[in-house]
């Protein structure tokens, strides 16, 4: 007697294995891309934070009460504008110290042939990776050095 055989029953089981290779596959290239892109956005959340902290210290630095220059007590100044841009910082759960906030009140602005004089405010944050495993195929992403910047023009003039 010949025996028959069923190749439709021989194929599934093969299919079978071959779906759970294919679905491992997928699922660990859309988790890595889902925390790729989860990692990506918190780096642009904190570089958005600084450019805003920045803000907020140039515009603070440009009032005439917080001229370096005329101050009786400049370093108490400087100390009240960096102090300014690290508690802005700290609502958003980013640690910064104040040397990490640079003032320049002399900051030369051309608006067609006249220069006027502004207040530039640079903050730099070391930034450690969420995901680390994620970017570990590159060597170089351990930290991120972050920089937000922002110029205000003065209200006051030397």
């Given amino acids: ?19 759970a290779v294919e679905m ?3 699922v660990t290239l859309l988790a890595t891309l ?21 803000r907020e210290g140039a515009r603070f ?39 990490n906030v640079v003032v320049d009140q002399a900051y030369p602005i051309q608006i067609g042939s006249l220069t006027v004089w502004g207040s530039h405010v640079t903050v730099t944050y070391s930034r450690s990776l969420i ?3 994620v970017t570990s195929f590159i060597p170089s992403l351990g930290t991120l050095q972050l920089s937000g910047s922002a110029v205000f023009r003065n209200f006051y003039f030397d």
């Avoid at 889902?34 to 920045?54: F, K, P, R, W």
């Avoid at 400049?74 to 958003?92: F, H, K, M």
């Fill in 1 to 19: 007697m010949k025996r028959v055989i069923n190749l439709k029953q021989r194929t599934g089981c093969r299919q079978k294995g071959t779906v």
């Fill in 24 to 26: 491992a596959i997928a």
């Fill in 34 to 54: 889902l925390l790729g892109v989860m990692e990506v956005g918190s780096i642009v959340h904190d570089y958005q934070v600084l450019q805003n902290a920045a």
């Fill in 61 to 99: 630095s440009a009032n005439p009460a917080n001229q370096l220059s005329t101050s009786q007590d400049p370093a108490g100044s400087l100390a009240t504008i960096q102090d300014r841009v690290v508690a802005y910082l700290q609502n958003e759960n980013i640690t910064v110290a104040e040397g």
């Fill in 131 to 133: 995901f680390p495993g």
